[in-house]
């Protein structure tokens, strides 16, 4: 006989049977690592992806849908494509005319299909009034303001008009939502990098400018007028964006002061908190709309690529990140492998634009548009990756080798990808190239369904609140781009494993494997997390990079005293003629090169002051052999650490500190290491004799091949120049 239990477990029953039957696509959290998901069974994370499919363009149809079909038989499941919202309603027939011709010739040749639409949200925009638009300093307008409020409310309708009639119509072959806005899609301000160009001047960036100050400084007018030591007539109201004058700040120096510059840094802190705002609000629509049965994502977080700007960081708009992954509304951030070109050539190792570590365990995907040029792409002289290496043709080899080791980066560290035919004509149409997508299939397969969460024994981190005192000019370019830029090409082709980390999650103990840790921008520190972080670098061996705790927040002040509070350093301040240092025969002893550096140098510089027992391993290229970087070991239990005054540091002493600190040395010359939980792959970046640090007793095999490697612990590889090689035990192949 039913009762009210038994109809109640059986709707319940019902409720879940249709839930399995649905089409839903979310994360799902497996042994800590994101990983997504179609109706609960996990799916690898690739997605094929294509720049459009323009009705009647022949040549983008043969070629994208040539490259779905190849696609298909190497079991792609989603598909990515950009399409426009709808703005003019929703019986906006040229947007649905050209959402159905995509969807259309892509189930035409995978019925099977699913969508994962890259929406456009500043393209074609019908802005109706020039206000509307962003206004630079010089007078220019490019783009609806992200700022303006009409705009904001304008695009959260199109693209919810837009969700509403792709799930009606494509419902069953729908993934989720690749939400798109500001610069090239990818919520960077227009034009940010334009030589010079200082935006944020129109109505909307004004008023969300003083509502941003309203609410930092809680309303009390008494408090923003301390801060930004004005007369008494500032107030909320009347508070306006800062002269271009103050935002570029001076060509001699790299930071803002706090005491009389607030208005330049918060103006910074507010650019890059309205832009995650935007973002999330774009994102709850499609939360609304669909709940957690799509996955969500948007391009962002651009930390060490956006870092080295002529107009400062900030005006990217991408130091928002925290704010971002912490959101329950948003699962994927995704962006393109780092344009440097140390990552974007054969032989380099693989590194990303962002923390991915850091977005792994907030329990999102970071994903990577693979749009390195292909052997095709180079032939047709449209190379994707920006280079104007045009004059010669990539051969079919270096292309595989190239996705080979992006591939294994990923699976590695759990991170997804998807490649991107960036301008439909055919730059994977290859079916040589998908060969290595079922390599990477095989590799990936015995932690699909249980993955490992990646750990790392060097572990770079990244501070994003550096970016807000950082001043607007192009002076300062060439050192962030040689320094933390590059940070991320030195540990990732120093032999070891290697991660990236927000300098916040260190604070808070979220990272626990790290051997040695890179502090590369940790420049303004509050009491707390100078505490945090000295107390870390008793156990952890730190390398503290140029001007670590510089700028004390919590007294908004430079201070000398609040470094040596969190490094152990007494230090002073010096002008080099150069960055360029020399090394002592102690810093031959840790890899250090004679001399390295470049250019003229930007206040602050600092000396660390040698206490008895340290090293000096370098010193600055001056009369009078002022220490540059200096190591200390350890005392008393302590780890050792090291001052390092300069914003680089080789990858040969990256190497000899994480063997100092006990770090496993997978290889003793410079080698992009990727190392998963069954395997262990090594990218040579010159050709010859390489030793792979397996360790054990136990035969390697080529993941590839299936030949023999030799036994462990040390494996000895004759490599090709660019040869990525896969060991792993026999166990793999087996499976």
């Known amino acids: ?49 294509a720049a459009r499919i323009d009705r009647g363009n022949k040549v983008e149809i043969s070629s994208v849908t040539s490259e779905v079909r190849i696609a298909r038989k190497h079991d792609v499941k989603i598909y990515s494509i950009s399409m426009p919202p709808f703005w003019h309603g929703p019986d906006d027939k040229k947007a649905q005319a050209f959402a159905d ?68 119509k494509y419902g069953k072959h729908m993934a989720g939502y690749h939400v798109a806005g500001a610069h090239h899609g990818e919520f960077q301000y227009c034009n940010f990098a334009r ?79 309205d832009m995650a705002e935007f973002i999330l609000e774009l994102a709850r629509v499609v939360r609304e709309e669909c709940g957690k049965t799509r996955l969500t994502g948007v391009f962002y977080g651009y930390l060490f690529e956006c870092m080295p700007q002529g107009n400062g960081p900030s005006q990217s708009g991408h130091f928002g990140l925290a704010k971002l992954i912490n959101s329950p509304d948003l699962d994927m951030l995704c962006g393109p492998y780092s344009y440097s070109n140390q990552a974007r050539v054969p032989g380099a190792p693989q590194f990303t634009h962002t923390v991915g570590e850091s977005i792994t365990a907030a329990g999102k995907i970071w994903c990577n548009e693979d749009d ?89 981190t990244f501070d994003e609140k550096n970016a807000n005192f950082i001043v607007g000019n192009d002076a300062i370019r060439t050192m962030l781009e040689g320094g933390i830029s590059v940070l991320r090409d030195r ?32 420049v303004a520190l509050t009491a707390a997390e100078r505490k945090a972080l000295r107390k870390r670098a008793e156990k952890v061996p730190t390398v ?58 930007l206040d602050p510089v600092f000396a660390p002051i040698p206490e008895k027992g340290d090293l000096v391993l370098a010193y600055w290229r001056d009369l009078w052999g002022t220490p540059a970087i200096v190591l200390r070991p350890g005392k008393n239990g302590k780890a050792f650490s090291v001052f390092c005054g300069t914003v680089d540091i080789p990858a040969s002493v990256v190497r000899a500190l994480a063997r100092k600190a006990g770090a496993n040395i997978y290889c003793s010359r410079d080698a992009g290491i ?23 007793s136990a035969e390697w095999f080529d993941a590839d091949t299936g030949k023999s490697l030799g036994f462990g612990p040390q ?21």
């Open 544 to 601: 503290w990079m140029w001007a670590p705790g510089y700028i004390d927040i919590d007294k908004n002040e430079f201070s000398l005293k609040a470094m040596e509070e969190v490094t152990g350093f007494k230090v002073r301040r010096v002008k080099p003629a150069t960055w360029c240092v020399w090394s002592r025969p102690e810093g031959f002893d840790y890899g250090m090169p004679d001399h390295y550096g470049w250019g003229k140098t």
């Open 1 to 49: 006989m039913w009762n009210f239990k038994s109809f109640f477990c059986a709707a319940l029953l019902l409720t879940a049977g249709s839930l399995l039957s649905a089409n839903e696509w979310n994360i799902k959290i497996v042994n800590g690592v994101p990983r997504m998901a179609h109706n609960g069974e996990i799916e690898k994370n690739f997605i094929f992806c």
């Open 195 to 273: 030589y010079g160009n200082l935006f944020g001047y129109d109505e909307g960036s004004q008023q969300a400018f003083r509502q941003y100050l309203k609410k930092k400084y809680k309303g009390n007018v008494s408090a923003l007028r301390k801060a930004w030591r004005s007369k008494p007539g500032v107030t909320f109201e009347n508070a306006m964006v800062p002269a271009p004058y103050m935002r570029y700040g001076s060509r001699d120096r790299v930071f803002h002061d706090p005491h009389s510059e607030q208005p330049a840094i918060d103006f910074n802190e507010f650019l890059n908190s």
């Open 372 to 460: 390195t040029a292909t052997h095709i792409s180079m032939k047709q002289r449209i190379p994707e990756d920006g280079s104007h290496r045009a004059a010669f043709d990539r051969t079919l080899e270096e292309t595989r080798m190239l996705v080979r080791r992006n591939l294994v980066f990923n699976i590695a560290r759990n991170y997804g990808v998807w490649w991107f035919d960036h301008h439909s004509k055919g730059m994977w149409n290859d079916p040589e190239l998908w060969k290595e997508k079922t390599f990477a299939d095989k590799v990936e397969a015995p932690t699909l369904k249980e993955p490992h969460p990646y750990t790392a024994d060097v572990v770079l």
């Open 674 to 696: 990727h190392k998963g939980r069954d395997f262990v792959a090594i990218t040579a970046n010159q050709p010859g004799l390489y030793d792979l640090n397996v360790g054990g």
């Open 491 to 522: 540990v990732n082709r120093s032999g070891c494993t290697s991660g990236t980390w927000f300098l916040n999650d260190i604070v808070a103990g979220k990272e626990k494997h790290s051997k040695l840790d890179i502090h590369g921008n940790a």
């Open 715 to 735: 494996l000895k590889l004759n490599l090709k120049w660019a040869e990525t090689v896969v060991a792993c035990k026999k166990n793999m192949l087996d499976k």
């Open 101 to 168: 011709h995509i969807v259309e010739r892509v189930l035409e040749n995978d019925p099977n299909a699913y969508f994962w639409p890259r929406v456009q949200m500043s393209q074609w925009y019908p802005n109706d009034d020039l206000r509307e638009l962003n206004l630079s300093a010089d007078g220019s307008r490019d783009q609806a303001s992200v700022a303006n409020a009409n705009y904001r409310k304008r695009s959260a309708q199109a693209l919810r008009d837009y969700i509403r009639y792709m799930e009606k």
